[in-house]
């Protein structure tokens, strides 16, 4: 028997097409009765990185400037992805209600869904992936990759397709 599907994780890079992914976990919402929890996570930079722009700055007004920076990144990301799932979903007020929260985070993508998934208690996850030239076509994305090795959830990996399907993010 297959156990009830209550509470779906989409996981979004924010990429061209990803909204493709989205409408997966819209259907999946709506045939199991289920709400959507949305996910983006911020990279943060590698810490050499982070080490050389200490080396030039004030490692205390670096902090500080940027955390500023990044409040600002998640507050435009996640307004944006509101507007997304509202116009996405605007004739469908009834699967609106479905989206039960938007996150952004910041940290290493992979660690934060299998998190988030953990902390939400999902039974599903969807994420979208993008193949990258000629290698691209014989792996999933490094991302869903990682996912899939450590997650004890069912996952569904959706390809996003190549063109312009739909807006970018950016453009929302």
Known sequence: MIPNIKRILY???L???SAYAFRYAVASAQK?????HILHVIEKFPSQIEGRL?????????EKSWQEK????IKRIHDRLKDF???ELQDNSETLKRVASISVVEGDPAAEILQRADELDCDL???GTHSRGLIGQAFLGSVAEKVLHRITRPVFIIPVPKGDIDETFVDI
């Open 11 to 13: 996981a979004t890079d």
């Open 15 to 17: 990429t061209k097409n």
């Open 32 to 36: 199991h009765d289920a709400q959507i």
């Open 54 to 62: 200490e080396m030039y700055f004030d490692a205390l007004k670096l």
């Open 70 to 73: 990044r409040d600002e990144q």
């Open 85 to 87: 799932a509202k116009r």
């Open 125 to 127: 996850v969807i994420i």
